[in-house]
């Protein structure tokens, strides 16, 4: 892996990320801010589905003093999230799965003070999301939290909905033209590199296309964190398409 440049891979990631998401950043921002307000500068964060690390990446450059434990089973996004943090002490990767009950059991650490995740869970069926909420509440410290930024929908509103997909869905038209890369087209470039050839063979084998889940309202989320033992959640952040829940333990 020598001679890779994992700062554009993460680069790539992320520009990817945001044509789907062009309010990716102030999200990103929300959440550390929240980070801030409720456990400090310094905290022991887990980055949840930590893809190639975004969250990790912006948590430490915001808070030096933070250290991140990331987890996720996707052998291609861990390869670049590796190589990007490789040497930081501050960080760790752990592979596992997320619908395994005893994945918890692989971490480094048995109390978090933040545990942080981003357009990933939506790929969880909903009862399964909930026996994650389950498992993820006694990982969180007394005064802790969990922040979960995801496609939350709003189905009461059509036509606000119908009017935010069209002008959401014009302006990636216009970066498309522009030679942006999507999802697919990105994948097919992380295929056809040497060193992340084998892992995206691997990642694909383990998810196919896409993972079939549900993208459940902010108020279920909320709803299901303080049933899975969290003492106060409700969103902070939301985009016309998107929520940011935090739930405070």
Known sequence: MTGTDWQAWQDSWDRQQEWYMPDREERFRVMLDMVEATVGTAPRVLDLACGTGSITDRLLKRFPEATSTGVDLDPALLTIARGHFAGDARVSFVTADL????????????S???VLTATALHWLPG???????????????EGGVF???DHMPD??????NAAEHAHRHAAMDRAKAAGQADWREWWERAAADPVLAEPTKARFAIYGEHA????????????????????????VWCSPSDALVLALK
């Open 112 to 114: 978090y003070d933040a």
């Open 212 to 235: 079939e889940g549900d993208t459940q309202p902010a108020a279920w989320h909320a709803r299901t964190l303080r049933a899975a033992g969290f003492d106060e959640a409700r969103p």
């Open 99 to 110: 619908k395994d009950p005893a994945w918890t059991e692989a971490l480094p650490h048995r």
């Open 147 to 149: 922040m979960n930024a």
């Open 155 to 160: 189905d009461s509103t059509p036509r606000i």
């Open 127 to 141: 009862d399964e999301l909930a026996a994650l909420y389950g498992r993820l509440a006694p990982l969180v410290r």
